[in-house]
């Protein structure tokens, strides 16, 4: 037995008896960018016994001024970001079992991994897909974590189900939506500032400290040097459709359309199919082979660039559709290069 959490364990709150609870816990992050790497790096270097990670991405260069686990290598060769972080996080620490997967977060993907999960971790940039978590967590009785960020501005606050007021009952509350990555930039030390944030509601959740756990919904901006902390309690609804008496769980329903989707500061469109499919990339590699473009392959993706286009395949069936935030134009040459 080596020492390599024997500064964690000095750390009376935690000790030998929470460092054991904290390596038999599984903790499940939706999302391998900023928050996303930061949680999962702290975490395994913690010791957290499991860890699932999520995301439908790949590893880009302007990820690298905050995305802590990448480095330029991913970004050449545009590993998936769950396939990057796992080998690095593997490399921190070999303990940890690590569950990495190339996909979306829906209701579909997420709910068959929430089994024996104990903490669920938002590292999302979107509110979709926070509405899904914050209605898984309260069927499956899972705490989870909100975590946002944009230019030097955080939030986080912790969700027990029936104790706090959900995501849901906060919706028209309190000050969450408007933010968006692609007008005003971020700056790393903010993406740090909610994963520590969450990280050590995360760790107070695993080692079952509920009284040290925070009630209040933080959020700072670390340019303008503010910072406040809101009492949120009397928000609880008793008919939220998620956290009520008869809840519904109205983001789990989903219909079996194609969607699409205008990534966040990306000018890139998101496709993905009707019915959960898988591509052959040598297949289709062939295909395309036959157009007028550039294939480039790796064992995850398969690219395609045509004029200003670029055109991603991964191998659940999505597309994502580089130079254009036109859903329409993004859809017309998916059909066409697929067929
Ligand atoms: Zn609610």
Redesign the pocket.
Known sequence: MNDRYSRQTLFQPIGEKGQKKISSKHVLIVGAGALGTGAAENLVRAGIGKLTILDRDYVEWSNLQRQQLYTEKDADTRLPKAVAARQRLQEVNSETVIDARVVDATPLELEPLLDGVDVIMDATDNFDIRMIINDLSQKHDIPWIYGACVGSYGISYTILPGES??L??LMDQVPLGGLTCDTAGIISPAVQMVTAHQTVEAMKLLVEDWDAVRKKLVSFDLWTNQHSSIGVSSV??DD?P???REASYPFLSYDQQMKTAVLCGRDSVQIRPAAKQEWDLTVLAETLSGQDGKVDQNPYLLSFTTGDKRMVFFKDGRALIHGTQDTAEAKTLYHRYTG
């Open positions: 007021p959900c849901h009952c609880k609804k939220c998620s956290c009520g």
